[in-house]
């Protein structure tokens, strides 16, 4: 069965530092990656997403993930945080051609201005 | 905002209510989906309709009954519901399997709370 596995369920970082979100996930057969992003009070959106070529994939608002497939890893980045970033950032896969989205526990992220 | 909309925003229903949740898109989409989120949980899948058919059915209490009328429209029906059952129902829609990359676009949801 699919699973994924966030590695940090709150993280406090000042404005301006560097923030890594681990995701790791369980799947025999080719997947599609997703982050996506819950603002305080909005609807869950996408952050960015890999299916297929270049396994660096950028985003919206400066944030990039890296899939790494030997690992079956796609950890988020942004070198620098603002204040704005604070929200629930979800790690999310899904079988390729298939309908089932499945997410991770979310990791909650507080910036401090 | 997004372009799914979800309706009502806010629900409290009596465990011996009947009452539905409504979900709408105009993006030509040809899945769409009904989640269930409890407070910081991720959410979790319940049905998926793939060309107003159902698709995925994850072992779902009967006491909700999912409904696609056509292309742009998604209900949930509730009955006799649970205490249990109160949640953040939210639906997505996505291109159907095999085309695009399966990107969710969710509505804002429905907040439900079970007496």
């Known amino acids: 069965a699919q699973s994924v596995s966030q590695h940090n369920h709150h993280v406090i970082l000042s404005e301006a530092a560097s923030l890594e979100l681990g995701c790791n996930y369980s799947?025999?057969?080719?997947?599609?990656l997703f982050w996506y992003v819950q603002y305080p009070g909005q609807h869950l959106q996408l952050l960015l997403k890999y299916f297929s070529g270049d396994p660096l994939v950028k985003g919206i608002k400066g944030f990039e993930a890296e899939f790494i497939k030997s690992k079956f890893s796609f950890n988020l980045r942004k070198p620098s945080v603002q204040w704005s970033d604070t929200a629930e950032y979800f790690c999310a896969v899904r079988n390729t051609g298939g309908f089932k989205t499945i997410f991770g526990a979310g990791t909650r992220l507080f910036v401090k201005a | 905002d997004t372009e799914v909309t979800q309706t009502p925003k806010h629900l409290v229903m009596g465990m011996t209510n009947k009452k539905s949740l409504k979900c709408e898109q105009h993006?030509?989409?040809?899945?769409m989906y009904w989640y269930k989120q409890k407070a910081k949980k991720p959410p979790e899948l319940m049905f998926v309709y793939s060309y107003e058919k159902l698709s995925i059915n994850e072992s779902v209490p009967s006491r909700f009954s999912p409904e696609c009328p056509n292309s742009s429209l998604l209900n949930l029906h509730l009955h006799a519901l649970q205490p249990e059952d109160s949640a953040l129902y939210l639906c997505?829609?996505?291109?159907?399997?095999?085309?695009?990359?399966?990107?969710?676009?969710f509505g804002e949801g429905s907040r439900l709370t079970v007496l």
């Open positions: 993006m030509g989409h040809r899945a």
């Open positions: 799947y025999g057969g080719t997947v599609n």
């Open positions: 997505a829609s996505s291109q159907a399997s095999g085309s695009g990359t399966g990107e969710l676009f």
